[in-house]
């Protein structure tokens, strides 16, 4: 598989993830809603979120900050945009528990960067 072909299901992917993030928005009732409607609405806002991250990520390497190899520039961009999603998501789940303050945040943002560093170094 080429590197375009997989942009391209990349793209399709998440397209069907805004399609799904979409329909629960307007299906579920989130003050009448059981678990299962929270954890459907974060894993396609998290999909969604790591489908765009992926696509800018990459392209933004791509034009403006390393030319190399396409294949190292996705592979770093999946790994990173799955860390930007996680966090932004872990933050939205935070945020709906009532846990959420300005030390919680800070210590997981923290975290998800030193996990970056960790790949980065290997």
């Known amino acids: ?9 990349i793209g399709i992917a998440t397209f069907f993830c805004f399609l799904c993030l979409i329909l629960i928005i307007l299906n579920i ?4 809603a059981t678990a299962l409607g ?3 609405f974060f894993l396609s806002l998290f999909f ?8 800018l990520l990459f392209f933004i390497k791509i034009k403006f900050i390393e030319p190399g190899t396409p294949i190292a520039n996705l592979i770093s961009s999946i790994r990173q945009s799955f860390f930007l ?3 932004l998501v872990g933050l939205l ?24 560093c960790y ?3 290997e």
């Open 93 to 116: 789940i935070l945020k709906g528990l009532r846990v959420l303050d300005l030390w919680n945040a800070v210590l997981f943002i923290l975290a998800i960067i030193l996990i970056e």
């Open 1 to 9: 598989m080429t590197v375009k072909n997989f942009l391209q299901a």
């Open 85 to 87: 999603s996680f966090l």
């Open 48 to 55: 969604f979120l790591t489908g765009i991250f992926i696509l």
């Open 29 to 32: 009732n989130p003050y009448r």
């Open 119 to 121: 790949f980065r170094m």
């Open 38 to 40: 929270f954890v459907l």
